[in-house]
């Protein structure tokens, strides 16, 4: 009964909020919709998520059904601009009506007794599951059919079958987080001393495309009569805290980035030599006829997925797939072709022209066409 009345005290709250307060800051994790479908926008609010769920049984006229009507519409015509004006517009007036609930549930972080948790505590968030309804002509922010409060959400899996089964596996509280490179993604960590990089689906990242990465690494880690790539090894799986078949991500050799930046993109260029250039724009060439040699394609080839390490050699990582607009054709993703677009483009940054103006074989062939 007492969670009841607290909870009725946060209906009203929610109806009396104050948008000059200070607000507390968030992010939207994930946005879940379709054509005639419920649409679920989660928000990240000091480490509690919370689920907004607009429902198609919500009443004609209401503020609800006309988003999810607008979404339908965009979708059904492919209206990039029209979804993304729609998701802009509901997100701001979610996060200002759900403040309420993000002070109450989310207004402090406990006491952290271990300086580094280990990966299940980060990717195993408590979860509010709220919906967006009508009342009076006003939009609110209320409880979802229930007052429990709080729940534990899962990340997403992968059943360990669809993988090499020589492959070590590592139960995810084995793996203790040293940094976050990436939110919700990517780690620097540490299994049982050993220095690593996880990488996990979480919450933002697609099953399909972490499938497809550990799937490249392990048919690179078996394939015979090759050099040593410049691609971090794979070293395990990670597998699920309630469910050591469901694999949830993977360990891979942690890559000690040098001084020239996180990423190749944002490395300053203006402050590296032509010679270091050639030299990363052939390394790049060879890891890449190499990777091709082998029946391996790297996808979504940009200078951003790409590491330089204390030593001045690049490293090719995310091997998920997809394409970037500016670096490959969409048309082009998950192929030969687009790989070589990406590079094309790569050494344009690196301003390699005599890389390619030597011709090499990886690269001749295209600029013959």
């Known amino acids: 009964m007492a969670i009841e009345k607290e909870i009725q005290s946060l209906c009203v709250k929610a109806l009396e909020f104050d948008s000059s307060q200070c607000p507390m800051p968030n992010a939207v994790v994930s946005i879940d919709s379709g054509i005639n479908a419920d649409c ?55 996060a200002e009506l759900c403040q309420p609930w993000f002070s109450r549930f989310a207004g402090f972080r406990r006491e952290n007794t271990h300086p580094r948790p280990s990966l299940d505590i980060l990717l195993y968030p408590e979860v509010l599951e709220l919906e967006l309804i009508t009342i009076d002509g006003q939009p609110r922010v209320n409880l ?7 729940r534990v959400s899962a990340p997403s899996s992968i059943h360990k079958e669809f993988f090499n089964v020589d492959t070590p596996t590592f139960n995810i509280s084995e793996v203790e987080v040293l940094e976050t490179i990436k939110k919700d993604t990517v780690f620097k960590a540490s299994v049982h ?11 933002r990242f697609s099953t399909q495309a972490l499938q497809r990465e550990i799937l490249c690494l392990q048919r690179i880690a078996t394939a015979e009569s090759i050099p040593q790539l410049c691609v971090p090894a794979l070293l395990g799986l990670i597998l699920s805290e309630t469910n050591e078949t469901l694999v949830i991500g993977f360990l891979m050799e942690y890559i000690d980035r040098g001084p020239f ?16 250039r050639d030299k ?19 996808g979504d080839a940009k200078a951003d997925n790409i590491i330089v390490d204390k030593k001045g050699n690049p490293w090719l990582v995310d091997f998920g797939g997809g394409w970037t607009d500016g670096w490959v054709d ?39 066409d």
């Open 40 to 94: 679920i926008i989660t928000f990240d609010c000091n480490g509690k998520f919370f689920e907004v769920r607009l429902s198609t049984e919500a009443p004609q006229g209401s503020v609800e059904h006309g988003y999810l009507e607008r979404l339908t519409s965009a979708l059904e015509f492919k209206n990039e601009e029209e979804l993304d004006s729609i998701f802009e517009k509901l997100s701001d007036l979610l």
């Open 144 to 150: 979802r059919n229930t007052v429990e409060g709080l």
């Open 193 to 203: 001393g050993t220095t690593v990089c996880a990488k996990v689906i979480g919450h």
């Open 261 to 276: 930046g996180p990423d190749l993109f944002l490395t300053n260029l203006d402050s590296i030599s032509q010679m270091q």
């Open 280 to 298: 990363w724009g052939l390394q790049l060439v060879d890891c890449i006829r190499r990777l091709h040699d082998i029946g391996i394609i790297w």
């Open 330 to 368: 969409s048309g082009l993703a998950d192929t030969q072709a687009g790989d070589l677009q990406g590079l094309h483009q790569i050494l344009d940054l690196l301003c390699c022209s005599k890389v390619k103006k030597d011709r090499h074989p990886l690269l001749q062939s295209e600029q013959e």
